[in-house]
């Protein structure tokens, strides 16, 4: 039995994908920015034994902030590769299509690009 391949279509929803890129923007932003707030929070406790417990507890503590960090700095570079991408691919693709042009709800292609007929006289 063989398989059969089918034909494959690529779409996506590149506003979503785009918006979803700018939260893990945000996302990235609060992570870095969450070192900074522990590090507030120690002074703000201005306690010589609390403020070194806190700095121990961080340093030796495995809440893994970077890795994930790093994970959506690397998703969203490449969602914003995709955005770009996209458009590119689309812009390029508009911009090779024949100019059309509408008559009373019909579509009249631009004849004027194609080939002469075998004839050797272009209509």
Known sequence: ??????PTT????????????????????DLRNSWAR???????????????ALNHFREKSTDQREKIAGSVEALARMLHGLVTGVREVDAALAASLPEVQQIDGSLIRDQSSRPAPSGGRAP
């Open 38 to 52: 522990d590090d507030d929070y120690a002074k703000a406790l201005a306690s010589r034994k609390i403020e070194p």
């Open 10 to 29: 690529f779409a996506c929803d590149i506003d979503a994908v785009e918006a979803t890129a700018r939260k893990l923007d945000r996302v990235l932003d």
């Open 1 to 6: 039995m063989t398989s059969r391949v089918e």
